[in-house]
C-alpha cells in the first residue's frame, strides 16, 4: 500500500478543494463507453450528487492494466479475464477475489464505405477472407456471388482493426476463431492480434476505428453497434450459423444472447459468437467492470469503497433502463440478480460494505 | 553588401557566358523564393486552420465548464486549462530550479570538472523524445505511488523544460562581463551572493527568456501524458490525482466520433496556440526591451 | 579566467563565506547530478525493462524479427524500424531543399524586415505542439491527399498499369504519406535555423573575394558560401533526423498504425513511438519488456544522433571545415 506516500507533495496540492465530492475514476473498455459516460454518468450523479464519476475509455487492454496495477476505483472490459490473468492480479494484490461485474452485451458491428452501396451481405468464409487479406478488392467474384445486383466498385479492401488492446477486438477474433480454421491457426483470437491484411489500418478505440472507416472509401472495421448508429455508417448483414441473413441491432442481439450460459463467476470466456439461434445476430459480447471484492486494495477510504457499491448498484437496478436507450442489450433479471449478490459482498479491510 | 554587387555586375567574365550565368542566377534566385514560400506555406495553411475551426468553435462554456456528456451539451475544457497551467506552472518551478543550476554550474564554475559531461547529457535530454521522458517518470514515480497523477505529469514536462532553460541560461550568463562578478568580489561578497545577488539579476532578462520558452515547448507536449497525468473529466486542484491537460484532449478527442468533441479539439488547438504565441511573443519582447 | 581565484578582503564573517559558498555549490551541484541522473535512470529504465523481450529474442532476433504477435507472444522490432527511419528519411528528404533555401534566402537575400519575418515563422513552426500538427493532418491533409492519391491510382488502373498498384498501396490518405509531409513540415524548423546561423557566420571576406573574381550572386553561394557552411547545414540535418525519429503524437494521428510488411507509399505503416503511444497502456509481461526494448533502441539512436550533431557542430567551430 502506498497510499500516503505522496502526503509530502499534499503541500502541492491544493487537497481538499472539492472534498465533499467522492471522485471514482474508472478506465477501460471503449464498447461501452458511450453507454457510460452519456447515460450511466449523468445520470447516476443526478440521483448520487455527492459521488462523481470519471471514465476514460482507453481500450479494454488498458483497464485491465491499470486494474492490475490497482491505480483505478474499476477498470472496465468486453474480454473476461483469464485464469492465469486472475491467479496474476490476486498475487499483487493480497489475494483479494477479482469481481467481474456484467453491464451490458451489445453486437458488434462490421462497419463499411462503400458508396452508393447500402446494403452489404458477408458470410464467414467470404469475411473471414477479407481479413486474412485473401480477399483484397470489393469486386471480387466471391463478394459479387453474394451481393447479385448490387454494383461493387474495383476499390481495394482496407481493413481497419484496432491499435489498442480492445475487448471489441476480442470479440470479433473470437467469431472469427470460432467460424474460420484459417484465421484460428494463423491469428487466434486475443484483445490485440497480429493483423495479417494486405491493407490494415488500425485506429485507437471504437471512436477511432468508425472515423477510420468513415473517412476512407474502400474501407471495412468492426465496431460496437452504437458506434455505427452515432456515425452513420453502413452495417453488413451477416450470415449467422443457421443460415440466415442477420442485421446487427438490438432485436438481433437480443434472440442471440437469451438463454445464454452464465456461469457462477459471470464471465463468458468465449464471449458470445456465431450463435445457433435461427434470427440471433452472430457477433454479440458481454461487457464488464471489474471490481476487487476486497475494496482497500483500490479504495482509499470506506467512503470511497462505499461510493464503488453505490454505483455498481445503481447500474444493476436502475441503470438497466439506460440500456435500450442507448441501444445496448440489458442484462437478463437472472443475471442482474447475481451480479448484484456479487456487488454486496463488497469487504473494506475485511468487513462487509453493506 | 551594395558594394560587392556593383562588383560582380561590373566585373566581365573571361569566358563570355554571361547571359547563361545571369540566367541561371535569376533561376536559382526564384528556386529559393520559392523555396521560402514552401517554408511559410504550410506554417499559413495549419494556423488558419486552427484559427477559422478553433473560432467558431469558442464559446464561454468552453472556458466556464467541464466535461459533460454529449447529451448534455458536452461542457467545456475547463478542466484541461486548469490542468495544463497547474502541471506547467510546477513544472517551471521544478524544470526553472533544475535548468538555473545547470546554466549556473556551466557558466559560473566553468572549470568545474562535471561540465563536459553535464553538457553533453543536457544536449542528450534535449534531443530525446518527450515520450521516453514521459516512460521514465512511469516507471519511477506513477508505479511507486501507484496512481497517475499531476505530479507525475508535472515532473515529465520538467525534464521537458529543463535543457532548454540551462540552455538559456548558461548563454545569458556567460554574456555578463566578468566585471561585474569581480567588482561583487571586491566589495567582499561571497560567491554565491555575487551569483545571486548580482549575475542572476543581471541576466533576470535572458533568463525569462529560457523560461518562456520551456514553457511554451512543455504546454503542448501530449505524447508524455498517455503516462502520467492520464487524464480526468473534472477541474482538480490535488495534483496527487489524475490531471487533464489541453494537449491530451486534443490527442484524444481528435477521432471521437462527436463533432462536438472535434470541435472542442480544434478550441483547445487555438487556446494552446495562443498560449504558446503569447509566450514566445513575451519571449522576444523581453530579449529585445532589456537586451 | 580571472575571477576563478578573486582575491577576497574579508568583511562578512568567514563562517557565512565558506559555509555559504560550499553550501551553494553542493547545491547546485546536487540538482545538475540530477539532470544526469535522470539521463542515466532512463536508460537503465529502459534497458532492465526491456532486457527480458532481447533476452528473450536475441538483440538481432528481436530487431531483425518481422512479427509481432501479442497472441503467440512473439514480438520483432523490425516493422517499426523500418516505418521509424523511413519516414524520418522521407521527410528529411523532402525538408532538405527548402530548409536550405530558406536559409540561404534569408541570410543572402531577404531585405531585413523580411528576414525577420522568416525568422519568426521558422520559430513559430518549431514551437507549434505537435498534437495541432497531428490534428491538421488527421483532419485536413489526410483527406486531401487521399483525393491525389485516388486519382494517382484510378489513372493507374485506367492504363493498366497493374505492378505499380502493390507499391502505391490503398490510396487512403491517413499513412506514410500524409505521416512523411506532417514530419517534414516539422523538421524544416530545425534543418533551417542551423544552416541559417552557419550561413550568417561565414566572414564577408569569403564572398567579397568571390565576387571579386566576377562571380555571380548565385555563384558565390555555392562556391563560396555553402561550403564553409556545410558543417552547420550537416548538423542541421541530423538534428532534424532526431526529431522525427522521436516525433510522437503527430505521426501516430496520422500514420495509420499498420504493422505489416512490406510498407506501401500510400498505405498504413508504423513507427517505435507509435508502437508505445499505441500498446503501453495495456501491454504486460513480455510485451511490456518488448515495448522498452523498443524505446531503448530509440533512446540508443537519438542518443547517438544528438552526439554526431555536437561534435560537428564543435567541429565546425573551430576551423569552418569538415
Known amino acids: 500500500m502506498n497510499k500516503h ?17 467522492i471522485t471514482l475514476s474508472g478506465a477501460g473498455a471503449t464498447f461501452p463507453a458511450p453507454l457510460y459516460t452519456e447515460y450511466y454518468i449523468p445520470n447516476f450523479q443526478r440521483a448520487n450528487p455527492n459521488i462523481r464519476v470519471s471514465y476514460q475509455a482507453v481500450g479494454s487492454g488498458a483497464g485491465i492494466r491499470q486494474f492490475t496495477d490497482k491505480v483505478v476505483a474499476f477498470g472496465a472490459s468486453d474480454a473476461p479475464l483469464t485464469d492465469a490473468q486472475i491467479a496474476d492480479i490476486r498475487r499483487g494484490a493480497n489475494n483479494s477475489e477479482v469481481l467481474h461485474i456484467p453491464t451490458a452485451l451489445g453486437p458488434v458491428s462490421v462497419i463499411y464505405n462503400l458508396p452508393g452501396v447500402n446494403e452489404l451481405r458477408l458470410d464467414p468464409a ?40 480492445s475487448g471489441t477486438t476480442f470479440i470479433f477474433t473470437s467469431y472469427l476463431t470460432a467460424i474460420s480454421e484459417q484465421w484460428k491457426s494463423r491469428v487466434g483470437a486475443g484483445q490485440s492480434v497480429n493483423w495479417p491484411a494486405f491493407s490494415g489500418l488500425g485506429g485507437r478505440g471504437n471512436a477511432g476505428v468508425a472515423a477510420l472507416v468513415n473517412q476512407t472509401p474502400g474501407a471495412i472495421g468492426y465496431v460496437e453497434l452504437k458506434y455505427a448508429i ?59 467492470m471489474l471490481v476487487y471484492r476486497e475494496q482497500s486494495v483500490t479504495a482509499r477510504s470506506i467512503e470511497q469503497a462505499r461510493a464503488v457499491q453505490t454505483f455498481l448498484r445503481w447500474i444493476l437496478t436502475e441503470g438497466q433502463a439506460q440500456n435500450e436507450r442507448a441501444s445496448y442489450v440489458r442484462l437478463s433479471p437472472d443475471v442482474a440478480r447475481r451480479a448484484l449478490a456479487l456487488v454486496d459482498s463488497l469487504t473494506f479491510n475485511g468487513q462487509p460494505l453493506r | 553588401m551594395t558594394q560587392t554587387q556593383t562588383v560582380s555586375q561590373t566585373s566581365i567574365p573571361r569566358d563570355g557566358n554571361l547571359g547563361r550565368r545571369s540566367l541561371w542566377n535569376k533561376v536559382m534566385l526564384g528556386l529559393l523564393v520559392l523555396g521560402s514560400a514552401v517554408v511559410v506555406l504550410p506554417l499559413v495553411v495549419v494556423l488558419a486552420s486552427v484559427f477559422i475551426n478553433g473560432l467558431s468553435a469558442l464559446s464561454l462554456p468552453f472556458f466556464t465548464r467541464s466535461f459533460e456528456a454529449v447529451s448534455e451539451g458536452g461542457g467545456g475544457l475547463l478542466h484541461a486549462i486548469v490542468g495544463t497551467l497547474m502541471m506547467n506552472v510546477l513544472a517551471l518551478l521544478i524544470g526553472g530550479l533544475l535548468g538555473l543550476a545547470g546554466g549556473i554550474l556551466l557558466s559560473e ?62 548563454g ?12 561583487g568580489l571586491a566589495l567582499g561578497l561571497p560567491r554565491w551572493r555575487v551569483i545571486l545577488s548580482l549575475v542572476l539579476p543581471a541576466a533576470a532578462a535572458g533568463i525569462t527568456t529560457g523560461l518562456m520558452l520551456g514553457f511554451a515547448r512543455a504546454a503542448g507536449e501530449a505524447a508524455p501524458m498517455a503516462f502520467t497525468a492520464f487524464g480526468s473529466n473534472f477541474v482538480n486542484f490535488d495534483m496527487t490525482k489524475p490531471t487533464e491537460s489541453l494537449a491530451y484532449v486534443i490527442f484524444k478527442y481528435a477521432n471521437e466520433p462527436s463533432p462536438l468533441r472535434q470541435e472542442q479539439a480544434w478550441a483547445a488547438s487555438l487556446v494552446l496556440t495562443l498560449l504558446v504565441l503569447v509566450a514566445s511573443l513575451l519571449a522576444r519582447y523581453v530579449t529585445r526591451r532589456y537586451q | 579566467m580571472a575571477a576563478s581565484t578573486p582575491p577576497i578582503q574579508n568583511s562578512a564573517s568567514p563562517l557565512y563565506r565558506a559555509f555559504g559558498d560550499r553550501l551553494f555549490v553542493y547545491a547546485v551541484l546536487a540538482l545538475c547530478l540530477m539532470i544526469i541522473g535522470i539521463v542515466v535512470l532512463m536508460g537503465w529504465q529502459l534497458a532492465t525493462g526491456g532486457s527480458a523481450a532481447l533476452l528473450q529474442f536475441g538483440l538481432g532476433g528481436f530487431i531483425g524479427g518481422t512479427t509481432w504477435d501479442p497472441v503467440a507472444n512473439i514480438f520483432g522490432a523490425w516493422p517499426f524500424i523500418v516505418g521509424t527511419f523511413v519516414t524520418s528519411v522521407a521527410a528529411l528528404v523532402l525538408a532538405f531543399f527548402p530548409a536550405l533555401a530558406v536559409a540561404i534566402f534569408a541570410v543572402e537575400y531577404a531585405p531585413r524586415w ?24 488527421l483532419l485536413v491533409l489526410a483527406p486531401a491527399v487521399r483525393g491525389v492519391q485516388q486519382n494517382i491510382v484510378a489513372w493507374a488502373l485506367e492504363n493498366q498499369v497493374d505492378w505499380i498498384i502493390p507499391i502505391l498501396g490503398s490510396p487512403i490518405g491517413i499513412g506514410m504519406t500524409t505521416a512523411v509531409i506532417v514530419l517534414a513540415v516539422m523538421v524544416i524548423p530545425y534543418a533551417a535555423s542551423l544552416a541559417k ?79 508505445i503511444v499505441n500498446e503501453f497502456g495495456e501491454a504486460q509481461g513480455l510485451q511490456l519488456s518488448s515495448l522498452l526494448a523498443l524505446g531503448l533502441i530509440l533512446f540508443v539512436i537519438s542518443a547517438a544522433m544528438n552526439l554526431l550533431a555536437a561534435w560537428i557542430v564543435k567541429r565546425m567551430s573551430v576551423d569552418g571545415r569538415l
Open chain 1, 5 to 21: 506516500v505522496l502526503a509530502a507533495t499534499a503541500l502541492l496540492g491544493l487537497a481538499g478543494f472539492a472534498s465533499a465530492q
Open chain 1, 126 to 165: 467470404v469475411l473471414s477472407d477479407i481479413f486474412l487479406g485473401r480477399i483484397i478488392r470489393w469486386n471480387d467474384r466471391r463478394i459479387s456471388a453474394l451481393n447479385p445486383g448490387v454494383n461493387l466498385p474495383n476499390l481495394l479492401i482496407s481493413a481497419a482493426h484496432r491499435s489498442d488492446g
Open chain 1, 230 to 288: 452515432e456515425n452513420d455508417l453502413k452495417s453488413a448483414t451477416l450470415r449467422n450459423a443457421a443460415g440466415n441473413w442477420i442485421r446487427p441491432s438490438l432485436a438481433s442481439a437480443v434472440e442471440a444472447t437469451s438463454g445464454i450460459d452464465v456461469p457462477a463467476d459471470l464471465r463468458l470466456p468465449g464471449q458470445v459468437v456465431n450463435t445457433r439461434d435461427p434470427q440471433g445476430y452472430p457477433i454479440v459480447g458481454m461487457t464488464w
Open chain 2, 109 to 170: 564554475y566553468p572549470d568545474h570538472p562535471l561540465n563536459p559531461t553535464l553538457r553533453v547529457i543536457s544536449d542528450l535530454l534535449n534531443g530525446l523524445p518527450a515520450l521516453l521522458k514521459g516512460l521514465v517518470i512511469y516507471t519511477v514515480v506513477v508505479t511507486a505511488t501507484g496512481q497517475f497523477s499531476g505530479l507525475a505529469g508535472a515532473l515529465a514536462l520538467a525534464l521537458v523544460m529543463t535543457p532548454i532553460i540551462l540552455r538559456a541560461t548558461e
Open chain 2, 172 to 183: 545569458v550568463l556567460k554574456l555578463v562581463p566578468w566585471s561585474v562578478r569581480e567588482a
Open chain 3, 114 to 137: 523580411l528576414g525577420n519575418v522568416l525568422q519568426y515563422s521558422l520559430e513559430l513552426l518549431a514551437s507549434l505542439p505537435s498534437v495541432i500538427y497531428g490534428l491538421w493532418g
Open chain 3, 197 to 275: 546561423d552557419s550561413i550568417a557566420l561565414v566572414p564577408s571576406a569569403q564572398r567579397e573575394a568571390s565576387y571579386a573574381l566576377g562571380a555571380t550572386k548565385w555563384e558565390v553561394i555555392k562556391n563560396a558560401v555553402l561550403p564553409y557552411a556545410r558543417g552547420g547545414i550537416l548538423a542541421g540535418i541530423i538534428l532534424g533526423f532526431t526529431r522525427a525519429l522521436g516525433e510522437t503524437m503527430a505521426v501516430v494521428m496520422v500514420i495509420g498504425n499498420s504493422k505489416n510488411l512490406p510498407f506501401t507509399l500510400f498505405g498504413s505503416a508504423t513507427t517505435i513511438p507509435s508502437a
